[in-house]
Nanobody
Framework: QVQLVESGGGLVQAGGSLTLSCIAS????????MGWFRQAPVKEREFVSV????????YYADSVKGRFTLSRDNAASTVYLQMNNLKPDDTAVYFC?????????????????????WGQGTQVTVSS
């Protein structure tokens, strides 16, 4: 497993932007797809976006498509979630996660059960 630390959360007005970062420590980072999930108060945690091990493929939840961009820098062991045109409904704790590398290089998923390393989360609050 890798250790994941998120940063970049905060308070922003609707229409604003934030960039979340997730730094990983561990030898399997570059072999794993990386994802972001979020959990709003009294709601289930939900998928936001995932990027494959090389950064060549990304997938997004419909709710963030066109507004969020996920990227990764394997040399820096970091993934970035650029969030634009933020809405109050984006308010949540955002979690970075790594897909279990045991599934093989190239495996990508949006299912929580396929991720075996999780960060502590970073709070994003969007005011109206």
């Amino acid at each position: 497993q890798v250790q994941l630390v998120e940063s970049g959360g905060g308070l922003v007005q609707a229409g604003g932007s934030l960039t979340l970062s997730c730094i990983a420590s561990g030898s399997t980072f570059s072999k794993s797809a990386m994802g972001w999930f979020r959990q709003a108060p009294v709601k289930e945690r939900e998928f936001v976006s995932v990027i494959n091990y090389s950064g060549s493929n990304t997938y997004y939840a419909d709710s963030v498509k066109g507004r969020f961009t996920l990227s990764r820098d394997n040399a820096a062991s970091t993934v970035y979630l650029q969030m634009n045109n933020l809405k109050p409904d984006d308010t949540a704790v955002y979690f970075c996660a790594a897909v279990n590398p045991g599934y093989g290089l190239g495996y990508i998923s949006s299912l929580e059960r396929d991720f075996n390393s999780w960060g502590q989360g970073t709070q994003v609050t969007v005011s109206s």
